[in-house]
């Protein structure tokens, strides 16, 4: 079967493209560099998936948060599993500046939101891929 | 060095002892079970630490995760770094229902608190115990 993505993901992010067997979505609040790691699997918790399906992930997450720190010069970054309201289980991770719309306060829920310029979005993707972190 | 808690850490949180070389802490908000692991490290961020560590450290949240889901029947988990006040690295690992205080709004900076009674905390610690996930 392959990955679907949940409508609210699809309806709240831009997809970025594929990095190992996860979907990579970037929330469309251009306030705060916000990705989401999307794995293939039907299980909602990241704990209950197998250590070596969990590793794999994990060296995804890491190399994301990374690549966030470095690109955006952030100051902190946000990683969660919530899935309260979208059960597809996915992973937040959030590179935040001191300086930020609503730091120290987590994202979720906060009000304050821009769009990302075409250009914007079209460098990014370009940085993923330059860093191979994506294809 | 030995392991040493962030003020606020300690003003928030019941200490329930050491699982590995993590402390493992309950925050007094009795209203959901909300855990919290402490690492033995001055890194601020867990994408940063070594392979080996990040795996011993997944392995205590995973068995966290697990216990706090059978504990308390709980409907989701919410698992996260933050770290934007507490710049020391700690874990959340947060049991929730789909009819607690704040559902499904994530817990942090919600309105709504409660004490543990004494006996509750004990059982907590019993549990625990009798799991081996505590020494």
Known sequence: MPLTLHAQLQADCHMLGMTGDCILLLHKNALIPWFILV???AEKELFKLGAEHQNRIQTSINSLAHFVEQQFKTDK???????NIVSQLHIHIIGRFTD?????????????????????????????LDKKLIE
Do not use: R
């Open 39 to 41: 794995p293939d699997t």
């Open 77 to 83: 970054l946000n990683i969660a599993t919530i899935g």
């Open 100 to 128: 930020d719309f609503c730091w120290p306060a987590p994202v979720w829920g906060q009000a304050g939101s821009a769009d990302y310029t075409e250009g914007k979005l079209q460098n990014i993707k370009q940085a993923l």
